[in-house]
């Protein structure tokens, strides 16, 4: 089984900065891509940023030069700075891996509880 826990979301007011950290545990042989998404109320869940192994990062065009996504391989961990936060950037924001499992099949988890971004004007 692999567990995904998404940390440091919070408070802020409009251009502040945040960094949230999700951790993949679990048994399985190796990560792939990794991804950030979120969700506001009422809006569907729709990607942020997604790195790959080896660092090739895209990102939304929302986020574009205010997030950078970063990935600790030897941690299992993937980032996500935000800077030049927006009220429109609230949300839950959940982490996503692609993993394959220690039977080989490669599974996309996104089963994370999320952390809340919230944005103040």
């Known amino acids: 089984q692999v567990q995904l826990v998404e940390s440091g979301g919070g408070l802020v007011p409009a251009g502040g900065s945040l960094r949230l950290s999700c951790a993949v545990s679990g048994s399985f042989f190796s990560i792939y891509g990794m991804s950030w998404f979120r969700q506001a109320p009422g809006d569907q869940r729709g990607l942020v940023a997604s790195i790959t192994r080896g660092g090739s990062t895209n990102y939304a065009d929302s986020v574009k030069g205010r997030f950078t996504i970063s990935r600790d391989n030897a941690k299992n961990t993937v980032y996500l700075q935000m800077s030049s936060l927006k009220p429109e950037d609230t949300a839950v924001y959940y982490c996503?891996?692609?993993?394959?499992?220690?039977?080989?099949?490669?599974?996309?988890?996104?089963w994370g509880q999320g952390t809340q971004v919230t944005v103040s004007s």
């Open positions: 996503a891996a692609d993993v394959l499992l220690t039977s080989s099949r490669w599974v996309n988890a996104d």
